[in-house]
């Protein structure tokens, strides 16, 4: 199962790595810690969730190891912090959903191939039923 991730807290902002983007003066590159590396999968969705937000041609964010670099300006800092969280916790959640219907697919398969085996199985048991009953007849 794919592990959630989410921003690390509490940390030390003073060891935040915050810096002048330099092709763009009025824009930061921050660093923001995470709990753990993320897996494949997460990486994965994250990417695709935050790409498909409405406002992509304004974000600027990337995945490297276990932060992710925000590229925004101080101004817009606030809104993209949120946006960012919001994006992690809709990641996790996508991801919840994703392996909760893995998990009741599996599950109805189970129950179907048990039904087909019994199902399978009923004319045999019968069949040894009516042998007995005629061998010993009642």
Request: aromatic fraction near 8%.
């Amino acid at each position: 199962m794919v592990k959630s991730v989410r921003i690390l807290a509490p940390f030390d902002a003073s060891r935040i790595c915050v810096s002048q983007n330099p092709g763009f003066p009025d824009a930061y590159v921050v660093d923001l810690p995470l709990d753990s590396v993320p897996d494949p999968e997460w990486r994965d969705a994250f990417e695709a969730k935050w790409k498909s937000s409405r406002d992509l041609w304004d974000r600027k964010l990337f995945l490297i190891d276990a932060k992710v670099r925000l590229v925004t300006t101080s101004d817009e800092f606030v809104e993209k912090l949120a946006w960012v969280e919001k994006t992690i916790n809709e990641t996790n959640d996508a991801i919840k959903d994703q392996h909760r219907m893995i998990e009741n697919e599996k599950e109805m398969i189970r129950n179907a191939t048990a039904k087909q085996l019994l199902q399978q199985e009923r004319p045999r048991t019968e069949m040894i039923v009516e042998i007995l009953r005629r061998r010993f007849g009642t």
